[in-house]
């Protein structure tokens, strides 16, 4: 459901009256189909040399049940650009991901969000590049995602204060929709140190589509919504994994079933989205899907 103009996807939702589903992972689906990791730029090189599987992937989840489906732009950044090398051409790669997902889609009632990592590392405490050099990185990221026919961005396991403000305030003075996904750690807060009740009320300020948190254990997000009453615009998908990032292979860790008993654990608070991290494949989103059938 891409359009030309800025979208608010949940005023879709309001219509189909259930949260809007998200799909799983694609790196480690990625994975399991025989690939690997491209190092800094993950597993994104995929949608030059294997279109096909990336497409492929878009389409299964759309199958499953999936209302949004997520660019393979998780690392298709400037910053991981240039660190990889080769004088890669970046709008070609994030044109080519759009591309696919907007293939995938075609004219079904399919959002596209164009996927937004961190600059750096996802995991890594301190930020080492300059606010600068931050600022430059998404603002020409989050812009070819945009222009290439994305629904609205998904800023992904995002995890520290600043960023999340140069993120938020540029979407915020563009007028283009965004949703505010973050990571944090088992005492709930980012790894820049702030308390995350109080980050999603600066977030609040930008006026996101919603904030959703990501990549996270289930006990960890369990934490925060036994003690949050979620009175906003809210969504999460979780790490459903097994292996590591750093070691380069994520397998599925939480068996479809058990991931869809959990999510219908948390429908109470009326979440705006729901879908599913690494580990998570289309089988994941088809029982969560099931959930309102």
């Not at 989840?61 to 004088?87: E, L, S």
């Not at 080519?96 to 079904?108: G, P």
């Not at 977030?203 to 959703?212: E, F, R, V």
């Not at 009453?229 to 790490?239: E, H, I, R, S, T």
């Amino acid at each position: 459901m891409n359009n030309s103009k800025p979208i608010n996807p949940f005023s879709f939702a309001r219509v189909i009256r259930h949260p809007l589903i998200l799909d799983g992972a694609m790196g480690s689906m990625l994975q399991q189909n025989g690939l690997k990791s491209d190092g800094p730029m993950w597993m994104s090189l995929a949608n030059l040399n294997f279109p096909d599987i990336v497409y492929s992937i878009h389409k299964e989840y759309i199958d499953a049940g999936a209302d949004i489906i997520t660019t393979n732009t998780f690392r298709t950044n400037p910053v991981a650009v240039k660190r990889f090398g080769h004088n890669l051409n970046i709008k070609n790669i994030v044109n080519s991901a759009v591309s696919l997902a907007l293939q995938a889609a075609n004219d079904l009632p399919v959002f596209v969000a164009g996927s937004n990592a961190p600059a750096e590392d996802c995991y890594q405490r301190e930020r080492k590049l300059s606010l600068a050099k931050i600022r430059y990185n998404h603002s020409e990221h989050i812009d070819l995602l945009m222009e290439a026919g994305c629904s609205f961005i998904l800023n992904e396991t995002q995890s520290h204060l600043e960023e999340i403000k140069i993120i938020s305030q540029y979407c915020s003075i563009k007028s283009i929709p965004f949703i505010m996904s973050l990571f944090i750690d088992g005492n709930l807060r980012l790894l820049s140190g702030e308390k995350l009740f109080d980050v999603i009320n600066i977030i609040q300020d930008y006026n996101p589509l919603a904030i959703g948190i990501n990549c996270i254990k289930p006990e960890t997000f369990l934490k925060f919504y036994k003690n949050c009453k979620m009175d906003f615009n809210w969504g999460v998908y979780l790490n459903a994994g097994a292996g590591s990032y750093r070691n380069k292979y994520i397998s599925t860790g939480i068996s479809p079933v058990e991931y869809a008993k959990l999510i219908k654990s948390l429908i109470a608070k009326n979440p705006s989205f729901i879908g599913g991290c690494c580990g998570t494949t289309p089988d994941h989103i088809k029982h969560i899907k099931n959930l309102y059938i």
